[in-house]
């Protein structure tokens, strides 16, 4: 008797497995199909995919012609390519436009869609395996020198010599390529910035009579008039949590004149001048919402789309949000403007966002082909549907596109905020997750009151320190 | 007579008083599960209204339908399956012939064997993940199943040696004994004889193969392609900056907890077997 | 020479070839996939050897490695943490366990339903447990703080977040989920007592508490000591949870060891440092899985 029943569940956990694992077999037989040989000629493509490429109903059969140099779009018929994405605004972008360009080139792109911390874990496993689980992956800017120094990226700066008509170099402003380039190396290509600025209730500022700060010291001043804890609202929310509250403080040693490195690019973290911006900073979070100091980018948002707030610096990506009933209580009561620097001071205004780079590792094929997505995804005309799906701009033309300016007004405060663009405020050397890991556990015990702010400081310095390679 | 209806009373009174306390041990414990349960059948808006809405609340599946709706939810699925599948299976093959072993063998070496499977179930994963990281990176099977597999079989099986053995330890000897001396193999007495005697035992380690590979979250984050994610990766990506949903997280690790659910309310004899006599029994 | 390897072999397992033949998959099969791994990460522990370093040099510097952790604050101070939260998970959890069982150990209907219920928690994905918590913990929304303000409490930066506080709300969700097992362990416990013992007592007119003092207690010793043992070494373990609620914060106040050496070879993949650390953990649990297998033992006796 129980041997039966052990007999048949030994056959059920067999069926099972192979069920499962034929499920899983079925869709192989198209991403092994034979890899399309490499373009003969790899500077043929000329025309980042024009929208006139035939959009050949998938034939799988029809052996690709190499030698045919009429439709070199093409040649990457059937190439699979894996994108890694961090899970920011831009995502819908991708998720709206990668269908769009398999059907124009036939190459097939999968995102993986991952919160900061894991894609950068994932992307390092991935680059120092060497196993190419990803052909393109999005670059925080951060991030360009230890890929560049490290070579984990492709190189760009052949490609972009090859098709630098087609890319219309002129329309990117220079401060887009801190995006990626350090020491002349192209470790990524831009998709796009992030301006830092001062979003605000316009509503609460205008019955309150108040306008918008233009200092730093103002900043405070309206912060603490605006924060109203009896009714559950606040003055401002910032970031206090892990890398997003090491970025935050980062971004106000910037807006105070201060700085990371020191003249000789040491790192200097716990000068006398970062010690009082660091006690400043904290004494914003005396109007932050209660649970503020643990706060990233997403708490910090929900807090200001549920109109918890009154104000909240950031990055300009998320303008559009707030206009998303969906998503937003605050529709139509938001204004933006530059972000407040400190008084008397010259205004320089952060500069961040990602860049999209393409793994060393992979194969020819698909590097060259993900190559092909970067420049259809920089043409003009992908741009303003980027933008307006929520990718961040990435050409002067773009932010002064009549058409788009009316659907998004505050282009021009971002226009004016890159031009005075600065993307070296948090250092982007090889060893910038270090200080960024140690700014992070130090600011926070910081904030929640655990050590002073010089002892904070002089802790991250010596982690830093130690941890230096 | 005075003295017994006080006594009663008394006796009464202190059931009553244990009868609520247990009940109150019981909420206390369900309380996390309910909020999780609840969550996932509220409209996003719902979720964090406050005060909280316990009972009546506007419910719906929409959740559900979103989640299922999206291929990759079917793949986390999928994927949290056949690694389930696989490890199980491996460990229950591996782990009951020499867990059957180390109870029969009468040499000291091998029944010292036992402990080393104990041992190896007390390293901390951390300290194994980093050279099996390095060394699967070296044979190219990062990112495919076999490598989490593999993996949580090293822990499934040193605990399904060391529940087993207990277990085939308590049948008896003597039917395989008869079965020898008419001449069958070791082999044969094994597979004919204890096996089908034992089988609520290996039920027993299924179920903590089963919970153990399901769940595990450290070797999937690390040893996955996104093409072999399982669900607790795909509830750890719906954290985002663009759609935070605690609705579709909660309707996620629903999915997630389904086992844990079935085995608690169905299989709760097998479950506590495994668990107490793998920890007690020498 | 052949013969006598025969020899060897044969007195070498007296008479159990087969068994060893059965055993033999399993042996090969962790040897390759866990010995190894571990024979590797003690070897690694005296290189300088950090994967993002470009020129990926492997430099033998003997113990600086293990000699960095006893000078780095943070390994300092995970190590304390670690003693904190293990003390504090498994002292919590054997006194709940034992009254839990001592209250579920009738055979009522109820008492059998409920504790069904009870085998839950453990069941779940701990990452799961600890998303679940996080937001029942979370200050501006969740239920917790909620009903700690109605009671007049004000739950300042919510229990994640203040300091003092984290270490004990992430202890009550380890608290929260492990609980039932000691539970269960106690309650098999409980039910292997001979009655004797009580019977006798009650002759002697001994009362209930006098009987479970000086009775069940020193009889429940080697249950006490199985249970204690085994959750001290899965409590050195925690990872999961800590990930997915505080991610060590705040500053480093629930940063246990596993999870610095989570952080220092997955983040920064200095492998070198990262596997002496995890060679510290191992030897501290190392020395505890020796002690249970002896007491193990000696109750088998």
Redesign the interface.
């Given at each position: 008797m129980s041997k039966k029943v052990l007999r048949l569940s030994l056959l059920v956990v067999v069926l099972v497995s192979m069920m499962l694992s034929s499920i899983q077999c079925a869709p192989q037989p198209q991403a092994t199909e034979a890899p399309p040989p490499p373009p003969t000629e790899p500077a043929a493509p000329a025309e980042p995919a024009a929208p006139a490429a035939p959009t050949e109903p998938a034939a799988p059969a029809e052996p690709a012609a190499p030698t045919e140099p009429a439709a070199p779009a093409k040649s990457y018929d059937g190439v699979e390519l894996t994108l890694a994405s961090m899970t920011d605004q831009y995502v819908q972008a991708f998720r709206y436009l990668i269908p769009k360009f398999k059907e124009q080139t036939g190459i097939n792109i999968t995102m993986d869609e991952l919160g900061y911390?894991d894609l950068?874990?994932k992307l390092?496993?991935d680059f120092?395996g060497h196993t190419a689980q990803y052909d393109l992956m999005t670059v925080d800017i951060v991030w360009s020198g230890?890929y560049a120094?490290?070579?984990y990226t492709l190189p760009l700066n052949d490609f972009m010599e090859r098709d630098k008509d087609a890319l219309m170099m002129d329309d990117i402003l220079p401060v887009m390529w801190t995006q990626g380039e350090y020491q002349g190396t192209y470790a990524a290509f831009p998709l796009g910035g992030y301006a830092n600025v001062l979003n605000y209730r316009k509503d609460v500022f205008e019955s309150k009579g108040l306008k918008p700060p233009t200092t730093q010291e103002e900043l405070l001043e309206t912060a603490k008039a605006l924060n109203d804890p009896a009714n559950d609202f606040y003055g401002i929310a910032l970031l206090g949590?892990?890398s997003a509250g090491a970025q935050d403080y980062m971004a106000f040693v910037q807006q105070h004149g201060g700085s990371i490195l020191d003249k000789d690019g040491k790192v200097a973290v716990n000068t006398e001048e970062n010690v009082k911006i660091l006690e400043f900073f904290g004494s914003l979070f005396a109007y932050a919402?209660?649970?503020?100091?643990?706060y990233w980018w997403d708490q910090r948002e929900t807090?200001f789309r549920e109109g918890?707030v009154a104000m909240m610096e950031g990055w300009s990506i998320s303008r559009n949000d707030y206009e998303d009933p969906e998503m937003s209580k605050v529709v139509g009561k938001v204004d933006i403007t530059y972000a407040p620097v400190s008084k008397g001071m010259e205004p320089k205004y952060g500069f961040g966002g990602w860049g999209i780079g393409i793994n060393a590792d992979s194969e020819k094929v698909k590097q060259e082909a993900a190559w092909e997505f970067i420049k259809w995804l920089a043409s003009p005309d992908v741009q303003k549907e980027w933008v307006l799906h929520r990718g961040p701009p990435l050409r002067t033309s773009t932010m002064q596109d009549p058409a788009i300016v009316e659907k998004l007004p505050w282009m021009p405060i971002m226009l004016e905020s890159f031009q005075k663009g600065d993307g070296d405020y948090r250092p982007r050397i090889p060893q910038y997750?270090?200080i960024q890991?140690a700014l992070g556990?130090?600011v926070?015990?910081f904030?929640?009151?655990?050590?002073s702010a010089k002892e904070a400081l002089d802790?991250a310095q010596?982690?830093i320190e130690?941890?230096w390679? | 007579m005075q003295k017994g209806t006080v006594d009663m009373k008394r006796k009464q009174l202190e059931k009553i008083l244990?009868?609520a306390?247990?009940?109150l041990?019981?909420i206390l414990?369900?309380i996390?599960?309910y909020?999780?349960v609840t969550?996932s059948l509220k409209y996003g808006r719902d979720a964090?209204t406050?005060?909280?809405q316990w009972f009546f609340f506007d419910a719906t599946l929409k959740n559900f339908r979103v989640e299922l709706e999206n291929t990759k939810t079917l793949m986390f699925i999928k994927n949290s399956l056949i690694i389930t599948v696989g490890a199980t299976s491996l460990s229950l093959l591996?782990?009951v012939?020499?867990g059957?072993?180390?109870a029969?063998?009468?040499?000291k070496?091998?029944n010292m064997?036992s402990?080393f499977?104990?041992?190896?179930l007390?390293?901390?994963?951390?300290?194994?993940?980093?050279?099996?990281y390095?060394?699967m990176r070296d044979i190219g099977l990062i990112g495919s199943y076999w490598a989490v597999i593999?993996?949580d079989?090293?822990f499934d099986?040193?605990f399904v040696?060391w529940m087993m053995r207990s277990y085939f330890k308590d049948v008896p000897k003597e039917m395989e004994e008869a079965a020898l001396v008419d001449g069958a193999?070791?082999?044969t007495a094994?597979l004919q004889v204890a096996l089908p005697l034992s089988i609520p035992g290996i039920v027993s380690s299924a179920l903590y193969c089963i919970?153990y590979t399901?769940?595990d979250?450290?070797f999937a984050l690390?040893l996955t392609s996104p093409k072999t994610k399982t669900?607790?990766l795909g509830?750890?990506a719906s954290f985002s900056a663009v759609d935070v949903s605690?609705g579709r997280?909660a309707a996620l690790?629903v999915f997630?907890?389904i086992?844990?659910?079935i085995?608690?309310?169905f299989l709760?004899r097998y479950?506590?077997q495994g668990?107490?006599m793998g920890?007690?029994k020498? | 020479m052949n013969n006598r390897l025969v020899t060897v072999y044969r007195r070498?397992?007296?008479?159990?070839g087969?068994?060893?033949w059965?055993?033999f998959?399993?042996?090969i099969?962790?040897a390759v996939?866990?010995v190894?791994?571990?024979l590797?990460?003690f070897g690694?522990s005296f290189y300088k050897y950090?994967?993002?370093?470009?020129n990926q040099v492997r430099t033998f510097i003997g113990l600086a490695n293990y000699l960095?952790s006893a000078n780095?604050?943070?390994v300092i101070g995970s190590i304390k943490t670690t003693l904190i939260f293990v003390g504090g998970t498994v002292t919590l959890e054997i006194i709940l366990g034992l009254a839990?069982a001592l209250?579920?150990a009738a055979e009522t209907r109820?008492?059998h339903l409920?504790?069904?219920?009870?085998?839950?928690?453990?069941?779940?994905?701990?990452?799961?447990?600890g998303?679940?918590?996080k937001?029942?913990y979370?200050?501006?929304?969740?239920?917790i703080p909620?009903y700690v303000k109605l009671l007049g409490v004000n739950?300042?930066?919510?229990p994640?977040?203040?300091?003092g506080i984290a270490m004990p709300a992430v202890i009550l969700v380890d608290v929260?989920q492990w609980t039932?097992?000691i539970m269960?362990?106690f309650?098999?416990?409980l039910k292997s007592l001979p009655s004797e013992p009580y019977e006798a007592a009650i002759v002697d007119g001994a009362s209930r508490l006098q009987s479970f003092i000086y009775i069940t207690l020193p009889l429940l010793k080697p249950?006490f000591l199985?249970?204690l043992l085994?959750r001290t070494?899965q409590s050195?373990?925690v990872?999961?949870i800590i990930?997915a609620t505080t991610?060590?914060?705040?500053?480093?106040?629930t940063t246990v060891l596993?999870f610095q050496?989570?952080?220092v070879?997955?983040?920064?993949?200095?492998?070198g440092y990262?596997?002496a650390l995890?060679?510290i953990?191992?030897f501290i649990?190392?020395i505890?899985?020796?002690i249970?297998?002896m007491v193990?033992?000696r109750?088998?006796l």
């Open positions: 911390v950068y874990q390092t496993a120092v230890e120094v490290n070579k949590a892990g919402p209660p649970g503020g100091a643990d807090a918890k997750s270090i890991d556990t130090h926070n015990a904030l929640v009151g655990k050590v802790a010596a982690q130690q941890n390679q | 244990l009868t306390l247990s009940i041990v019981f414990f369900m996390p599960i909020w999780l969550t964090f406050l005060p909280p591996l782990g012939p020499a059957y072993a180390i029969r063998a009468k040499s070496l091998l064997s402990f499977f104990l041992i190896l007390m390293v901390p994963p951390v300290a194994m993940l980093i050279p099996f390095l060394i593999i993996l079989t090293v099986a040193s040696v193999s070791h082999f094994f919970i399901w769940n979250f450290l690390m669900i607790p509830i750890l605690w997280m690790s997630a907890i086992p844990a659910v085995i608690s309310l709760n479950f506590v668990l107490t920890a007690t020498g | 070498f397992l007296a008479g159990d087969a068994y060893f059965m055993l998959p399993l042996l099969f962790v996939i866990a190894y791994p571990l590797f990460s690694i950090r994967l993002t370093d470009p960095r780095d604050p943070i839990i209250l579920l109820m008492a409920i504790r069904s219920f009870l085998l839950m928690p453990m069941a779940l994905p701990p990452l799961v447990v998303l679940v918590w937001a029942l979370n200050v501006d929304f969740g239920v909620y739950p300042g930066r919510g994640l977040v203040e300091s929260w039932p097992l269960f362990i309650l098999a416990g249950t199985v249970a085994l070494m050195f373990k990872f999961d990930y991610a060590g914060g705040p500053g480093t106040e596993n050496i989570y952080k070879g997955m983040t920064f993949f200095d492998m990262a596997a995890a060679n953990l191992l649990v190392g505890l899985s020796v249970y297998v193990l033992e109750q088998q």
